[in-house]
Structures are given as structure tokens and as C-alpha cells.
């Protein structure tokens, strides 16, 4: 299990901890302009390389892969450190996004192949506090390690990458030693390496226009090329799957199956939500409340808290009851009103109701992640589990991506007119006045600038606020208001929208149908599957791993079942005595 989570910590601290370092990295380099295609090329090749480790690992076993992710991921960490220009970061970036797309979907497949249904609820928790956990400690390290200059004679910013390399290595040991799987029978189908290129063609121009569209511009001539190639290449993705047929990186056969396919939107929806309102709740910290990168992140533990607190409860009572339709309800409704609450936070709120509504919001996350990721795997059978996995990550991160673009677009597009207005409303208050006029013969370079900027009704005074937000810290309380409260009310119109999304995700759950969870792992469901029917307990089988029938449902375990479950074995009704529902240790 150790294994397993220093994992998920390599590829859930990483894009945390580089957020923040990426302007001092960009300054290093002399590559500002540049700086959101190291973003973009790691965000590219993890998303490309999801689906893939899920479907190879399906094919040839997990541990080789999850250990070759690892691999790939500190070989990229350490070049990363030895960037000399942001063409280079960007290069190595992309290599080691290669590396993150396994980390995470297959650290949850071993775990669903090890540990049934109802037992992983508990588990997951611990990835979930994981993940939380690093959404607090990422910004602060990065704002410590790129604010130093130098640490041991290396550049402050390089240990931002340079820190991933002792955790990988020992994540390396632990899964090499302590991971015992099964080895799997070797595949002779071929790996569906057309499905993979068509998809890079179709996912890549809409990556790179979800994160360069506000820039270029979305009607802009190459956003308008990146759409008709990336729909092209969708298109064709969907044609190569279907003559692929189950052997695809994708089998369109699951989505037949109707827990899945709507988990998948589900995910879709979710993702675009919780990506969307994280990622605004760090711009109100630092923008509106003046916060550092690295006191903002501290000030999200409510969120965390909320979520881990989510994660465990709803962990424990799915592991003691078998049930878990209630949980993403609770989820998506807790959720819908944090997103909501968080509309009517302004610039003159305090800040703990904004962390009592970031506490609710997290607590809706943690109830609704991972029965969402324990429900997927559990829909389809366990000979599936690697790519109903990483399928349920692949599509929760375009949702993400795409849910990002889209909020934050809403929220540049609200802030010229809403801080024009807050401006003009300004320039009639006496104390403004005063405070623009002394401002001008201010030692404050940044008062000093805008202050003779709007005495001269110069309007790109201004507008370089807009540019380079971090200038609001540096101005006056008088002067930064304006700022400050049209900031304030863009964000609380993007939440709102993000409030539309998570209802929308409410509405979806609603219509969600709760299969009965399996009370095996994966592995030893499988092995019951191809061994069982030969003896003729074929019956048995189905009952203690919830397989499914033909009409692509899942049939419960029988009452008895769950009942032995529930005491920590599970009894066979040929007399072989009680089994565990383990089949590997981590």
C-alpha cells in the first residue's frame, strides 16, 4: 500500500508544487511568454499516456508498468532540473507527463485488483487524503524552493523537480520488494497503436486550445484549424475503436454497459467542476485577499480537511454496508452548495466563512470521487479493470482541462468591464482622489505608476494591472480596492457558473443505478471466473464477485455472501472453507 501512495504523491505533489514555482522558473529562463507550454506539454502526454498503461496493463500485468511510469517519472524530474531554457523544460516536461499518466489510474487499478469493492472504499480514503494532502504542501513547498536562491549549490526552482527524485526511488524499492502480483498469462493480441495516434491527433489540438484559446483568442483563425482537427481526429478515434472492437485502447462496449457510460459523464461533469472551482479559489486567496502563493495554500486546508473528512466517512460505511448510491448524492448536493455559497464571497467577507464554504465544497468532493471511481470498476468485469480505471481518470482530466478553459475565460472576460465600473465609481469618491494624487509622488513604484497613469487618463495603467495580477498586492489598500472588488465580483459570477455544472452533475447521479459491489478483489474474481464454471459452481461465482450478465447488469451478491463478507471471509458453498478477499499485498 506505501508503494501505491508515494505513487500518487509523486504525480498529485507535482502539478501542485510547479504551479506555483512557474513564474519564477519562466524569469530563470527568460521564457515568461513561453511558460504555459510546460504546462501544457506535461498536461498533453500524461492525458495521452492514461488509457495507454491501462489497457497494457490489462494486457501484460501491473507491476511492470507502474514501475516503468515511476521510472519515466524521475528520469523526466531529473531533466527537468537540468533545463537551460523553456524549450528545453517543455521538452522534458512532455517526457515526464509520460511518466504521471500511469502514476495515478494504475496505483488505483492494483488496489482494485487486490482488494474488493467494499474493502478498496476504505483504502481509497488514503489516496484521497494523498491527493488532498498535497494540494496544501504543493504550493507551500514550491513558494519555499523557488523563493530560495540557491540550496546546496543548485538553483532554488530546480528543486522543485529535483525533490520528486528521492521520493520516486523509494516508491521504486517499495513496489519492487513489497508488491507481490500474480503474473499474468502473456497477450497475444496487438496493442492498438492506430487507436493511440488518432487519438493524439484528435486530443492534442484541443488541449493545446483549451490552454492557448483565451490568448489566441477562441475565433481566432488557429483556435478555429485546432477545433476541426481535434474533431476529425475524435471522429476517427471513434472508427478505429469500433473495428478494434476488444481490442481497442478503448472497447466501445463499455459504454453498453449504463452504470459506466454514465460514470463516465459523470466524471466528465465532476472534473470540470472541482478542476474549475479549485482553480479559482487560489486567484480570490492571493488577488482579493492578498496572499502569498504559499499562504493561500495554507489557507485551502479547510478544503482538504473537508474532503479527506468526506473520503474516510463515506470510505467506512460503503466498506460496512455494500452501499453507495447515497454518497455521490450527498457528494454532488454538498458540493452544488459550496460552489454556490461561494458565489455571494466578496472582497469585504471574512475569511473563515470563505473556509467554512471551502470545508463544504471539499466535503461534497469526498463523497463523491470515490464512489464514482469504486462504482466504475466495479460496473464492468474485472478482466476490465485496468481500462475502466484509467478511462474514468482519462475522461475525469479532459473535464478538468476543458472545465478550466472555460471558467477562466468567464473570468478574464468579466474582469475589464466589472473593474471599468468599479473604477469609474472610484473616480467619484473623494477619498480616491486624494489617495491617487498623493500616490503620484509615492516611493512605491507600483502606487507611483498607476497613479500618474490615471491622472493622465491613461487607460494601459490599468490594464497592466490586469496583466500581471501580483500588482495588486503591491499597491495601496485605496488603490487596490477597485482591483480588488471587481476581481471579487468576476470570480462570484464564475462560481456561479461552476454551481450550474456540480446541479448538473446532481441531476446526473440522480439517474445513476448502484450495482452491488463485488465482495472480491479483481484478481481472485477473475480466477474464480476462469476456474469455477469448469467445477460447476458456476452460481457461487456469480454471487461473491457480482459479475456481469449478459444484459451488461451486474447480479448481487446473495445476502448470505455479504453477510460472511462482512465478518472478513467469504464461505464457498463446496465446502472449501473460508476465503480471503485479497489476492496480493502492496
Given at each position: 500500500m506505501s508503494g501505491l501512495l508515494l505513487g500518487m504523491l509523486l504525480a498529485a505533489l507535482d502539478q501542485t508544487i510547479v504551479s506555483t514555482a512557474i513564474r519564477t522558473i519562466a524569469d530563470d529562463l527568460d521564457g515568461y511568454s513561453m511558460q504555459a507550454w510546460a504546462t501544457t506539454a506535461y498536461l498533453i502526454t500524461a492525458t495521452l499516456a492514461t488509457p495507454l498503461y491501462g489497457k497494457l496493463s490489462?494486457?501484460?500485468?501491473?507491476?511492470?508498468?507502474?514501475?516503468?511510469?515511476?521510472?519515466?517519472?524521475?528520469?523526466?524530474?531529473?531533466?527537468?532540473?537540468?533545463?537551460?531554457?523553456?524549450?528545453?523544460?517543455?521538452?522534458?516536461?512532455?517526457f515526464q507527463g509520460l511518466g504521471a499518466g500511469g502514476l495515478m489510474s494504475l496505483a488505483l487499478t492494483i488496489l482494485g485488483d487486490i482488494v474488493s469493492p467494499r474493502e478498496r472504499a476504505k483504502y481509497q480514503g488514503y489516496f484521497l487524503a494523498?491527493?488532498?494532502?498535497?494540494?496544501?504542501?504543493?504550493?507551500?513547498?514550491?513558494?519555499?524552493?523557488?523563493?530560495?536562491?540557491?540550496?546546496?549549490?543548485?538553483?532554488?526552482?530546480?528543486?522543485?523537480?529535483?525533490?520528486?527524485?528521492?521520493?520516486?526511488?523509494?516508491?521504486?524499492?517499495?513496489?519492487?520488494?513489497?508488491?507481490?502480483?500474480?503474473?499474468?498469462?502473456?497477450?497475444?493480441?496487438?496493442?492498438?497503436?492506430?487507436?493511440?495516434?488518432?487519438?493524439?491527433?484528435?486530443?492534442?489540438?484541443?488541449?493545446?486550445?483549451?490552454?492557448?484559446?483565451?490568448?489566441?483568442?477562441?475565433?481566432?483563425?488557429?483556435?478555429?484549424?485546432?477545433?476541426?482537427?481535434?474533431?476529425?481526429?475524435?471522429?476517427?478515434?471513434?472508427?478505429v475503436e469500433k473495428s478494434m472492437k476488444d481490442k481497442a485502447l478503448i472497447p466501445l462496449r463499455m459504454f453498453a454497459n449504463k452504470t459506466f457510460a454514465l460514470g463516465v459523464v459523470i466524471s466528465v461533469v465532476v472534473g470540470s467542476a472541482m478542476f474549475g472551482g479549485i482553480s479559482l479559489l487560489p486567484q480570490y486567496l492571493q488577488v482579493v485577499r492578498g496572499s502569498s502563493p504559499t499562504l493561500a495554500g495554507l489557507q485551502m486546508l479547510p478544503m482538504v480537511l473537508g474532503m479527506m473528512t468526506?473520503?474516510?466517512?463515506?470510505?467506512?460505511?460503503?466498506?460496512?454496508?455494500?452501499?453507495?448510491?447515497?454518497?455521490?448524492?450527498?457528494?454532488?448536493?454538498?458540493?452544488?452548495?459550496?460552489?454556490?455559497?461561494?458565489?455571494?464571497?466578496?472582497?469585504d467577507s471574512p475569511l473563515w466563512v470563505a473556509m467554512i464554504f471551502m470545508a463544504c465544497t471539499g466535503f461534497g468532493l469526498g463523497n463523491?470521487?470515490?464512489?464514482?471511481?469504486?462504482?466504475?470498476?466495479?460496473?464492468?468485469?474485472?478482466?476490465?479493470?485496468?481500462?475502466?480505471?484509467?478511462?474514468?481518470?482519462?475522461?475525469?482530466?479532459?473535464?478538468?482541462?476543458?472545465?478550466?478553459?472555460?471558467?477562466?475565460?468567464?473570468?478574464?472576460?468579466?474582469?475589464?468591464?466589472?473593474?471599468?465600473?468599479?473604477?469609474?465609481?472610484?473616480?467619484?469618491?473623494?477619498?480616491?482622489?486624494h489617495a491617487v494624487v498623493e500616490a503620484a509622488h509615492s516611493s512605491n513604484p507600483a502606487d507611483a505608476a498607476l497613479a500618474k497613469g490615471l491622472l493622465a487618463q491613461d487607460t494601459s495603467a490599468a490594464g497592466g494591472v490586469l496583466k500581471d495580477s501580483s500588482i495588486v498586492q503591491q499597491l495601496s489598500p485605496e488603490l487596490a480596492r477597485p482591483f480588488k472588488v471587481g476581481f471579487a465580483e468576476s470570480m462570484s459570477t464564475v462560481f456561479l457558473s461552476v454551481t450550474g455544472m456540480a446541479l448538473l452533475a446532481l441531476i446526473l447521479v440522480l439517474f445513476w443505478k448502484e450495482v452491488p459491489l463485488r465482495t472480491v478483489g479483481g484478481i481472485e474474481a477473475a480466477r474464480d471466473v476462469a476456474t469455477k464454471p469448469a467445477d460447476g459452481d458456476g452460481p457461487d461465482v456469480v454471487e461473491r464477485a457480482g459479475l456481469l450478465t449478459a444484459g451488461g447488469e451486474a447480479v448481487s451478491p446473495s445476502q448470505d455472501v455479504l453477510?460472511?463478507?462482512?465478518?472478513?471471509?467469504?464461505?464457498?458453498?463446496?465446502?472449501?472453507?473460508?476465503?480471503?478477499?485479497?489476492a496480493g499485498s502492496a
Amino acid at each position: 500500500m506505501s508503494g501505491l501512495l508515494l505513487g500518487m504523491l509523486l504525480a498529485a505533489l507535482d502539478q501542485t508544487i510547479v504551479s506555483t514555482a512557474i513564474r519564477t522558473i519562466a524569469d530563470d529562463l527568460d521564457g515568461y511568454s513561453m511558460q504555459a507550454w510546460a504546462t501544457t506539454a506535461y498536461l498533453i502526454t500524461a492525458t495521452l499516456a492514461t488509457p495507454l498503461y491501462g489497457k497494457l496493463s490489462d494486457m501484460f500485468g501491473r507491476k511492470p508498468f507502474f514501475m516503468a511510469a515511476i521510472s519515466i517519472f524521475v528520469v523526466g524530474s531529473l531533466l527537468c532540473t537540468m533545463a537551460q531554457s523553456m524549450y528545453e523544460l517543455a521538452a522534458f516536461r512532455a517526457f515526464q507527463g509520460l511518466g504521471a499518466g500511469g502514476l495515478m489510474s494504475l496505483a488505483l487499478t492494483i488496489l482494485g485488483d487486490i482488494v474488493s469493492p467494499r474493502e478498496r472504499a476504505k483504502y481509497q480514503g488514503y489516496f484521497l487524503a494523498v491527493f488532498g494532502t498535497s494540494s496544501v504542501i504543493g504550493p507551500v513547498l514550491g513558494g519555499v524552493l523557488a523563493g530560495q536562491d540557491s540550496i546546496l549549490g543548485i538553483s532554488g526552482w530546480r528543486w522543485v523537480f529535483l525533490v520528486n527524485v528521492p521520493i520516486g526511488l523509494i516508491a521504486l524499492g517499495v513496489v519492487s520488494k513489497v508488491l507481490k502480483l500474480p503474473k499474468r498469462p502473456h497477450s497475444t493480441d496487438r496493442v492498438d497503436w492506430w487507436g493511440v495516434l488518432v487519438l493524439a491527433i484528435g486530443l492534442v489540438p484541443l488541449l493545446v486550445v483549451a490552454e492557448q484559446g483565451r490568448e489566441w483568442g477562441w475565433g481566432s483563425g488557429r483556435s478555429i484549424l485546432c477545433y476541426v482537427i481535434g474533431l476529425l481526429g475524435v471522429i476517427g478515434f471513434v472508427l478505429v475503436e469500433k473495428s478494434m472492437k476488444d481490442k481497442a485502447l478503448i472497447p466501445l462496449r463499455m459504454f453498453a454497459n449504463k452504470t459506466f457510460a454514465l460514470g463516465v459523464v459523470i466524471s466528465v461533469v465532476v472534473g470540470s467542476a472541482m478542476f474549475g472551482g479549485i482553480s479559482l479559489l487560489p486567484q480570490y486567496l492571493q488577488v482579493v485577499r492578498g496572499s502569498s502563493p504559499t499562504l493561500a495554500g495554507l489557507q485551502m486546508l479547510p478544503m482538504v480537511l473537508g474532503m479527506m473528512t468526506g473520503s474516510v466517512v463515506s470510505g467506512q460505511l460503503i466498506s460496512r454496508t455494500g452501499r453507495y448510491r447515497i454518497f455521490p448524492l450527498i457528494g454532488a448536493s454538498m458540493l452544488t452548495l459550496g460552489l454556490f455559497l461561494l458565489h455571494f464571497v466578496n472582497a469585504d467577507s471574512p475569511l473563515w466563512v470563505a473556509m467554512i464554504f471551502m470545508a463544504c465544497t471539499g466535503f461534497g468532493l469526498g463523497n463523491l470521487m470515490q464512489p464514482l471511481t469504486i462504482a466504475v470498476q466495479n460496473a464492468l468485469p474485472p478482466k476490465d479493470m485496468g481500462v475502466s480505471t484509467a478511462a474514468a481518470t482519462f475522461f475525469r482530466q479532459i473535464g478538468g482541462t476543458m472545465g478550466v478553459a472555460v471558467f477562466l475565460s468567464i473570468l478574464f472576460a468579466q474582469l475589464t468591464p466589472n473593474i471599468s465600473t468599479e473604477m469609474k465609481s472610484a473616480a467619484t469618491d473623494p477619498a480616491f482622489q486624494h489617495a491617487v494624487v498623493e500616490a503620484a509622488h509615492s516611493s512605491n513604484p507600483a502606487d507611483a505608476a498607476l497613479a500618474k497613469g490615471l491622472l493622465a487618463q491613461d487607460t494601459s495603467a490599468a490594464g497592466g494591472v490586469l496583466k500581471d495580477s501580483s500588482i495588486v498586492q503591491q499597491l495601496s489598500p485605496e488603490l487596490a480596492r477597485p482591483f480588488k472588488v471587481g476581481f471579487a465580483e468576476s470570480m462570484s459570477t464564475v462560481f456561479l457558473s461552476v454551481t450550474g455544472m456540480a446541479l448538473l452533475a446532481l441531476i446526473l447521479v440522480l439517474f445513476w443505478k448502484e450495482v452491488p459491489l463485488r465482495t472480491v478483489g479483481g484478481i481472485e474474481a477473475a480466477r474464480d471466473v476462469a476456474t469455477k464454471p469448469a467445477d460447476g459452481d458456476g452460481p457461487d461465482v456469480v454471487e461473491r464477485a457480482g459479475l456481469l450478465t449478459a444484459g451488461g447488469e451486474a447480479v448481487s451478491p446473495s445476502q448470505d455472501v455479504l453477510a460472511n463478507s462482512a465478518n472478513g471471509t467469504v464461505g464457498s458453498t463446496n465446502g472449501a472453507g473460508p476465503r480471503s478477499g485479497g489476492a496480493g499485498s502492496a
